[in-house]
């Protein structure tokens, strides 16, 4: 059991969030984040959150169920913010999905990798932002071990959307309520998106929180990845690098 004296300093820092289909999140933070980003080191706030129970509504209960709740076995989503993310004109904000392989061992089958760091890199240059990280978006929802799956039938000739139609997925399962939720919390004034795909565009403007304009972010197109990227533009409505589009 925690002391009182180390709860109260650690519920400061922590607050309930209701979304309106009464699901709710805790989220935790900021906590100061000092980053590598090539040859600088960048602070960031870092944030994170967990998905209540119906049991666990309140911050007492959370803190006296992290040891009992093998969190560790559970991923959490996060997220990084820079600069006055609350009240700057035009904050850039990336919802990037987590990808284990791309984003921690750097494979080149999809541009994730590149799209994490040049997302930082273009938040930190415009001065203020927020990269959420999102940890349940694995392979387009399906999961690691399934993405592993997928990845398996792409060796035999599938593309990335064919492959998660074979094991029985939709092409693309993610949904931005959560991420929305915590977004609204953090500021209520539109952002710019960093974004190929429209649907996360059309997701934040249902929530009135879209700007005019979205930023695009392509690169690191390579012999691995090609395909993968076709894929994106041919059957996932990606805009293609060289399209505006205005929604
Ligand atoms: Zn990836």
New binding site residues.
């Given amino acids: 059991m925690l002391t009182i004296d180390i709860k109260n300093r650690l519920k400061e820092k922590m607050k309930i969030v209701q979304n309106q289909d009464q699901s709710s999140v805790c989220l935790v933070g900021p906590v100061t984040l000092p980053i590598q980003l090539e040859n600088k080191v960048v602070t960031f706030k870092w944030y994170t959150w967990l998905k209540l129970k119906e049991d666990t509504i309140d911050k007492d209960s959370v803190l006296d169920s992290i040891t009992t709740a093998s969190l560790a076995d559970l991923q959490q989503s996060s997220i990084l913010v820079y600069g006055d993310f609350e009240n700057s004109d035009h904050p850039l904000v990336r919802f990037h999905s987590i990808?284990h392989?791309?984003d921690i061992f750097g494979s080149k089958r999809?541009d994730?990798g590149y799209q994490l760091h040049q997302s930082l890199k273009m938040i930190v240059e415009n001065g203020h932002g927020a990269l959420f990280y999102l940890a349940n978006h694995e392979g387009r929802g399906i999961g690691l071990f399934s993405k592993s799956l997928a990845y398996l039938l792409q060796e035999e000739g599938y593309d990335t959307v064919e492959a998660n139609h074979a094991l029985g997925f939709e092409d693309d399962l993610r949904t931005y309520e959560e991420p929305l939720m915590i977004l609204q919390e953090l500021r209520s004034k539109p952002v710019i998106l960093i974004t190929n795909n429209p649907k996360k565009l059309f997701a934040l403007k249902e929530k009135g929180l879209s700007a005019d304009s979205h930023q695009p972010l392509w690169g690191d197109s390579n012999l691995y990845n090609k395909k993968y990227l076709e894929t994106k533009v041919m059957k996932s409505g990606h805009i293609p690098e060289q399209k505006e589009i205005t929604i």
């Fill in positions: 990808c392989t791309g999809c994730c």
